[in-house]
């Protein structure tokens, strides 16, 4: 492992960490998108099938648990402990718009026509795109908490960090993971504009409000 993956991986951990500090200080899921959540738990639970027939080490199977048992956890949080403050007027994505061309996706692009091997790709692609809900979500309030966009640029900062650590595998491994470089890219993409605002005014002490 180099720095930069693990780098990643703590921005990760960091972005759940904050998340569900966020729910459990404000006992509230306002400005939270259910369908994002979900989809989070849908790519961990397809892309760590591995967790029942292979053995990488300690600290991948560590975090493969975490990472299920967190996104279930956070959906429990959403739909049952703190439903009374979410608003699904508000969380109006449609994700079968987002599901279903992914999984179209791994079944043509993938390395193996496998069915764990489709789930994997599957995982890759939907992760690309899974914040989409949640970016549809603050496009429609204008606002978001701050402590929310907190959490969205620790998962933006882990996603971006997953592009050194291909280029570094490549020059030090000759690694080069084609499905998951452009599934990266597209998803780093999808942060900038939030990026630009966070910058310009969450670290400058202002409130996020997206431009009118």
């Known amino acids: 492992m180099n720095i930069f993956r693990l780098l990643g991986d703590l921005a990760h951990l960091a972005s759940i960490a904050i998340l569900v500090h966020k729910m459990h200080i404000t006992r509230s899921c306002r400005g939270i998108s259910f369908k994002t959540q979900a989809l989070y738990v849908l790519v961990f639970l397809t892309r760590y099938l591995d967790l029942f027939y292979s053995w990488i080490s300690l600290y991948n199977f560590l975090m493969k648990i975490f990472f299920i048992s967190s996104s279930c956890y956070i959906l429990y949080l959403v739909h ?4 009374p403050t979410y608003d699904p007027s508000l969380d109006t ?27 994997w790709t599957f995982s890759i692609y939907l992760e690309a795109v899974a914040i989409f809900p949640q970016l549809f979500m603050m496009q429609r309030t204008g606002e978001a908490e701050t402590i929310t966009t907190h959490y969205l640029a620790a998962l933006g900062v882990y996603r971006a960090l997953y592009i050194p650590n291909w280029i570094y595998r490549y020059y030090t491994e000759g690694t080069v993971d084609p499905i998951a470089i452009v599934a990266g890219i597209v998803q780093t993409g999808l942060y900038l504009d939030f990026f630009y605002v966070y910058v310009t005014k969450v670290l400058q002490g202002q409130k996020f409000e997206l431009p009118a």
């Open 93 to 119: 994505f449609k994700v079968e718009y987002l599901v279903g061309p992914c999984f179209v996706l791994a079944l043509i692009f993938n390395y193996r026509f496998e069915f764990t091997e489709i789930l």
């Open 80 to 83: 049952y402990r703190f439903r």
